[in-house]
């Protein structure tokens, strides 16, 4: 599942699209080679980065008016991306695109309503979030074949259980180039870093287990565990936690044809009608224009 982009603003607390007229010849910089105008401005802006910028104030203004989101929560995440980066921070930020920490925050809390949006229908128990809870303490060190074929999956499952090398035929069948010239060794990983059911299955299995295989988006997944250890890092209280589990629970599930089908949705009950005349036919659209997943910080 890919994750859903954050829209990042462009020239944020500087573009106005909608504030400038075509006619205001105010003059904006002045110097010996010549003054520049709001017009001649305005006029670079649309035709430089009018349609992103415009795209994604009607995006924002869309979700902000039907979803809300705590502050408190969007300062938290920022501030958790600021301690795992350190003195980095500032270059991961110019890195991923955004010139300042507020334009982060901004792009941050926009793709949070747009979680809000597409997962609002998602439905997370409490078994669910205690269970991924659970899950936080313990790291697995596991290895996969990854096959494109129930039948050939199901063939090879049968070959380990018969005394099989699993490295061998993870370099010989699996179509996972991350791990496949490694015999499928993924190294360690703990809840949430792997697709749910690859995660679910791993899981569910014991030290130099071998499970059946299992499929996902990904293709059919033949998995044994090596080695399952307690996690290292500090855990909160679950209380503290219950939030971000659920969230991360149902972005998991989402799924992307539904998604977009949703903001889809979205945009037409907005009922909008552009009047500038080169961006008018910008919303009408059959389905949502994809957009830039460069300005995410992993």
């Excluded at 926009?110 to 205690?130: G, K, N, S």
């Excluded at 490694?182 to 791993?202: H, I, Q, R």
Aim: glycine content about 6%.
């Amino acid at each position: 599942m890919k994750k859903l982009a954050i829209i990042a603003t462009i020239a944020t607390g500087v573009i106005g699209l909608s504030a400038c007229s075509s006619g205001d010849s105010e003059v904006v910089v002045e110097m010996d080679q010549g003054d520049i105008t709001k017009e001649e401005f305005y006029q670079e802006l649309v035709e430089t980065s009018g349609e992103s910028v415009l795209h994604s104030m009607v995006y924002s203004s869309i979700l902000e008016d039907k979803y809300e989101i705590d502050e408190d929560f969007v300062d938290e995440q920022v501030n958790m991306i600021k301690e795992q980066y350190g003195e980095s921070f500032e270059m991961v930020l110019q890195q991923s695109g955004f010139q300042t920490e507020e334009e982060y925050r901004t792009a941050l809390r926009l793709h949070m309503l747009e979680q809000e949006a597409v997962t609002e229908d998602i439905e997370v128990t409490d078994e669910e979030i205690e269970q991924r809870y659970e899950r936080l303490a313990t790291e697995i060190e596991a290895s996969h074949i990854l096959v494109e074929d129930e039948e050939l999956a199901n063939d090879l499952y049968e070959q380990l259980l018969d005394g099989a090398d699993f490295a061998e035929l993870a370099e010989e069948y699996s179509v996972d180039p991350g791990s496949s010239s490694e015999g499928g060794e993924l190294g360690y990983f703990s809840t949430g870093d792997m697709v749910p059911e690859f995660e679910n299955k791993a899981y569910s299995l014991g030290a130099d287990e071998i499970g059946e295989p299992v499929q996902s988006d990904l293709g059919w997944h033949i998995i044994t565990v090596s080695d399952i250890r307690e996690t290292e890092a500090d855990i909160e209280p679950l209380k503290d936690m219950r939030e971000t589990l659920r969230n991360e629970i149902a972005a998991s599930q989402i799924d992307e044809e539904e998604a977009m089908n949703k903001m889809q949705e979205l945009f037409e009950d907005a009922n909008i009608q552009v009047n500038i005349e080169e961006f008018e036919d910008l919303f009408n659209f059959e389905e949502i224009p994809e957009v830039d997943e460069d300005t995410e910080i992993e």
